[in-house]
């Protein structure tokens, strides 16, 4: 298990997307707060702090990992179907339950280290041009760990549906549409049939979908917490599970 996880590894280090795709990534990080700098200095109104920053964009952070998973699941893992890698791995001796848990490890790595460009870069850069300032009332020094702690356990949680995709689709590009597709409208489908049936409300309120949003919130109650830690930890044990299922099934060409 060892040896595939270090040669997934490899193959992400090499992979141009992923590396193409954190440095598009980390310029719009700095020049998205350049524009609030200009547009706030030639109002003359007070500047954006690192520390209002970071509160105020970290939830929107979620569309930064939607978006970053379904690339990445493209070009990273279905990408190998058509190029005939998956079938030479799939026929290597090694179990596809070992294969699938390497990938997902790995791909999972990669799209936490996405999730985290925007808020470190940005509010590194804002900091540097406005000060850190104060956190928000209700917040405590545990913040900044928290918040970015808990966005890397959800880039988990949405890497493993991603990667579920991935062997369901194979093809790079319907992964990367279906991915796209499916996590920007899954909100409005959840809540809108919500709406009128009580199970979908209940469903979509211990969602990985409605949780993420909790990211940025000042202080979470202690109440809170195990639904917070639980969703995307049973997303990924769900997720990785029906991948593996699904990629033990599946006939590789």
């Known amino acids: 298990m060892y040896n595939l996880i270090r040669v997934e590894f490899f193959k992400l280090r090499k992979n141009r997307s992923f590396w193409t795709f954190l440095l598009a990534l980390s310029v719009l990080s700095l020049a998205y707060p350049l524009l609030y ?45 058509s190029t005939g890698v998956m079938k030479t791995i799939a026929s290597s001796g090694n179990t596809r339950g070992r294969l699938f848990a390497a990938k997902l490890i790995v791909f999972a790595v990669g799209a936490m280290a996405i999730s985290l460009v925007f808020p470190i870069v940005s509010t590194v850069e804002v900091t540097l041009l406005s000060g850190f300032g104060h956190l928000p009332e209700g917040s405590t020094t545990l913040f900044i760990p928290r918040a970015l702690g808990l966005t890397l356990l959800y880039t988990a949680g949405y890497a493993a549906i991603g990667a579920l995709f991935t ?17 920007l409208m899954i909100d409005t489908v959840l809540a809108s049939i919500g709406s009128k049936i009580s199970f979908f409300s209940n469903l979509y309120d211990y969602s990985i979908f409605k949780r993420v949003s909790d990211i940025g919130k000042p202080s979470i109650d202690s109440g809170d917490w195990p639904a917070l830690l639980l969703v995307p930890l049973l997303t990924i044990a769900v997720s990785g599970v029906l991948g593996i299922l699904v990629f033990h099934r599946k006939e590789i060409k």
């Open 37 to 81: 700098y200009f547009d706030h200095r030639s109002n003359g109104e007070p500047q954006i702090t690192g520390a209002e920053f970071l509160t105020t964009f970290i939830s929107s952070n979620a569309y930064i990992i939607k978006f970053g998973v379904a690339i990445l699941a493209g070009f990273f893992i279905s990408n190998e179907y």
């Open 167 to 183: 062997v369901i689709l194979t093809d790079s590009g319907k992964t990367i549409g279906f991915s796209m597709i499916f996590f």
